[in-house]
C-alpha cells in the first residue's frame, strides 16, 4: 500500500516538475530543479518568508546575537525583504512582546521593497548614495543604528573577477555610512563574493572594527563564492 502511494506521489511530483520546466531555457531549467529541490526554498514557502536568505540571517545571529530587542537595524540591498523580516522579529520593532523595547529596522533597496509591518523601507533608494545617508540620518533615532546589515549584490555579469571587484567597492561604502550612522560598539555584517581583493576589505574593516570574521553559514550554497564578514565594536577612524 505505501509502494503505491510513494509512486503516486513521485508520479504527481514529475508531472508537476514537467509542466514548470516547459517553455524554459536550459538555464531558468536548471534554475528551477535547484530550486525545487532545496530545503531552504521550501522552509522558507513555510515560514513565510519571502526568500530563502532569511536563514542565513538567522544562522549568523543564533550564533551571534547581533540583532537584540530595542536595537536600531539599517539593512542594506533589502528586497525582496527576507533579511528584515529576520530583523523585524528579533529587534521586536513590530512589536511583538510588548514586554520587551522597540527597536527599529530601516531597509534599503534600488528595486522596490513590498512593505512589511515594523520596518521602514527607502525602495529605489542606492546605499553608496550620500543623498541617501541624509534620507537615513533623518529617520534614525539621533541618527545613529546599532547594526548595518548588508545583502546587497550588484546584477552578475557573469565575470566573477569584475562582479567580486564591483561588490568589495560597494562594501568599502559601507564603511562611509558606518561613519555616518554606526553607533560606537556597533556591528556591521556585510556579503562579499570570495576573491583576490576580499583581505583588502578585511583590512580596512580591521582599521575601524576590533574583531572581523569570515563567515560562511550553512544555508549560504557550498557552490557559491559568497561569504559574509562580521565586523564588531566599531571605534570610529581617528583623521
Ligand atoms: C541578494 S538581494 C538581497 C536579498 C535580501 N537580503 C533579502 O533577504 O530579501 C541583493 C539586493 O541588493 C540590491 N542592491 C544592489 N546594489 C544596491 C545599491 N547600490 N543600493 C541598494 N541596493 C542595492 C539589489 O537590488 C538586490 O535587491
Given at each position: 500500500m505505501w509502494m503505491f502511494s510513494l509512486q503516486r506521489r513521485y508520479l504527481h511530483f514529475s508531472l508537476?516538475?514537467?509542466?514548470?520546466?516547459?517553455?524554459?531555457?536550459?538555464?531558468?531549467?536548471?534554475?528551477?530543479?535547484?530550486?525545487?529541490?532545496?530545503p531552504y526554498v521550501k522552509a522558507s514557502q513555510v515560514q513565510n518568508f519571502r526568500c530563502r536568505s532569511a536563514f542565513?540571517?538567522?544562522?549568523?545571529?543564533d550564533k551571534f546575537r547581533l540583532?537584540?530587542?530595542?536595537?536600531?537595524?539599517?539593512?542594506?540591498?533589502?528586497?525582496?525583504?527576507?533579511?528584515s523580516q529576520v530583523a523585524v522579529q528579533r529587534v521586536n520593532s513590530g512589536v511583538?512582546?510588548?514586554?520587551?523595547?522597540?527597536?527599529?529596522?530601516?531597509?534599503?533597496d534600488l528595486l522596490n521593497i513590498p512593505p512589511l509591518?515594523?520596518?521602514?523601507?527607502?525602495?529605489?533608494?542606492?546605499?553608496?548614495?550620500?543623498?541617501?545617508?541624509?534620507?537615513?540620518?533623518?529617520?534614525?533615532?539621533?541618527?545613529?543604528?546599532?547594526?548595518?546589515?548588508?545583502?546587497?549584490?550588484?546584477?552578475?555579469?557573469?565575470?566573477?573577477?569584475?562582479?567580486h571587484e564591483k561588490l568589495i567597492t560597494?562594501?568599502?561604502?559601507?564603511?562611509?555610512?558606518?561613519?555616518?550612522i554606526l553607533q560606537p560598539q556597533g556591528s556591521?555584517?556585510?556579503?562579499?563574493?570570495?576573491?583576490?581583493?576580499?583581505h583588502k576589505l578585511q583590512e580596512t574593516l580591521s582599521s575601524v572594527f576590533s574583531s572581523v570574521r569570515t563567515l560562511k553559514p550553512d544555508s549560504s550554497r557550498k557552490d557559491s563564492a559568497e561569504r559574509y564578514f562580521l565586523a564588531r565594536m566599531y571605534r570610529r577612524p581617528i583623521k
Open positions: 508537476c516538475l514537467m509542466k514548470k520546466l516547459k517553455g524554459k531555457t536550459p538555464a531558468e531549467q536548471r534554475w528551477l530543479r535547484r530550486q525545487l529541490k532545496d542565513k540571517l538567522l544562522e549568523i545571529d540583532l537584540q530587542p530595542g536595537y536600531t537595524v539599517v539593512d542594506c540591498g533589502a528586497a525582496p525583504g527576507a533579511w511583538t512582546d510588548p514586554e520587551l523595547p522597540r527597536g527599529m529596522v530601516v531597509g534599503i509591518d515594523g520596518a521602514h523601507f527607502l525602495s529605489n533608494c542606492d546605499v553608496t548614495d550620500p543623498a541617501t545617508h541624509a534620507k537615513l540620518l533623518e529617520l534614525l533615532p539621533h541618527g545613529k543604528a546599532h547594526v548595518i546589515l548588508s545583502d546587497m549584490a550588484p546584477n552578475a555579469s557573469g565575470f566573477r573577477e569584475m562582479d560597494m562594501c568599502l561604502s559601507l564603511i562611509d555610512l558606518a561613519e555616518k556591521l555584517l556585510c556579503k562579499y563574493w570570495d576573491g583576490i581583493l576580499a
